[in-house]
């Protein structure tokens, strides 16, 4: 089958692999309908994530189950699928607490033998191992485009969200309007607040957190910190959602809060230890979250919100590519030419 696999710095390659086959009795078979190119990727495309080389890429997939192991009860060939971007057994202890995404046995897809080995979506096919906690069902008449996100940007923009315990009549400051920063955008507003801004250093990306509801901050023409506290009488915003990873983006999102104010971090760090201002966030009272998405909690209820119209994460899509492109796909994603590009097959 064919399959986008990293080979090396700023190196991926389409090549033939094997088609995957199931191995456990929990595993399902999928053949993938579209995939797209998420920001974690571009982790990988740089180096800072350890993958092995010839490993298969991609983490956000939809598809059709093709074949399913004796112990999986949920679905059955030929069912609609969306599939979280890592597996939970869904029996563990953290899984019975509802933390799939600290799950004890978790693999991530798309990531090599160092995050369990798993295979990845950017490829025509992709062996899911815990299925029944791992897959959601597509609603019936749902497109691929509606559903695809759920499974890791929607559900990190919604947990992001719900974590900077956002209340009506809130100031809530995204950071970063890239793919995750720009569902983070919609997923806010599901809480109240009475104003979003969105901070970032791309037009276009500006330009649609605008369409999303948001206030645009260009932090090339303005301090934003500054810019959002003068709009808030001087106190800076209830809360930030920290959509980058990157240190001076988690710095931002610090620094723009008021006293008592919550920080959600949901961008992945591009580095394992930075600078925290302990007695910034002691003589501010501040709440400081960070964490990757419990993905599996949030799957169902936001097909649910995209079904009802309130949530329309396709909007983000800007470019449909073929999986031959795949070389091109990444250096446009590097290159900010894209803002969120799928894989149509
Ligand atoms: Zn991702
Ligand atoms: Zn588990």
């Known amino acids: ?33 579209l995939s797209a190119l998420c920001g974690s990727d571009l982790h990988i495309y740089n180096q800072r994530s350890p993958v092995n080389e010839g490993a298969v890429v991609g983490h956000e997939f939809v598809g059709v189950v093709e074949e399913t192991g004796p112990e999986v009860m949920r679905f059955k060939p030929g069912d609609r699928v969306v599939a979280a971007f890592y597996t939970a ?8 607490r509802g933390w799939f995404s600290q799950c004890q046995s978790k693999a991530t897809f798309g990531h090599g033998e160092f995050w369990g080995g798993l295979g990845g979506g950017q490829a025509e096919y992709v062996v899911v191992p815990d299925a029944d906690h791992t897959l959601e069902p597509i609603p019936v008449g749902m497109s691929d485009d509606d559903a695809i996100f759920v499974g890791d940007i929607m559900s990190t923009a919604y947990f992001g969200a719900e974590r ?15 793919p995750v920063g ?33 206030i645009p901050v260009n932090g090339k023409e303005v301090n934003p910190v500054e810019q959002i506290q003068k709009e808030t009488g001087g ?4 809360s930030s959602v920290e959509c980058v990873g990157v240190h001076a983006a988690i710095q931002t999102s610090i620094n723009v809060v008021r006293g008592g104010g919550t920080i959600s971090v949901v961008g992945v760090p591009d580095k ?16 400081f979250r960070a964490g ?54």
């Open 89 to 96: 057994c869904g029996h563990c202890d953290l899984c019975r």
């Open 1 to 33: 089958m064919k399959a986008i696999t990293y080979q090396g710095l700023h190196e991926m390659r389409v090549e033939d692999v094997p088609k995957p086959t199931i191995q456990g009795s929990r595993d399902a078979l999928l053949r993938i309908t």
């Open 164 to 178: 900077a315990e956002i209340k009506p009549g809130d100031v809530v400051a995204v950071v970063g309007a890239g």
């Open 235 to 238: 106190r800076g915003a209830d």
């Open 292 to 345: 990757w998405c419990n993905v599996q909690a949030h799957m169902r209820p936001l097909l649910e919100l995209i079904a009802a119209g309130k949530l329309k994460p396709a909007e983000i899509i800007s470019h449909r590519m073929k999986l031959d492109d795949g070389e091109e796909a990444y250096r446009m994603f590097e290159a900010h030419e894209a803002t969120k590009i799928v894989f149509t097959g």
């Open 272 to 287: 394992t230890i930075g600078d925290f201002p302990y007695i910034h966030a002691w003589l501010k009272d501040l709440t």
């Open 182 to 214: 720009l569902l983070t955008v919609q997923a806010a507003q599901l809480f109240g607040p009475a104003r979003v801004y969105a901070i970032d250093f791309v037009d276009q990306r500006l330009e649609l957190a605008q369409q999303f509801g948001a």
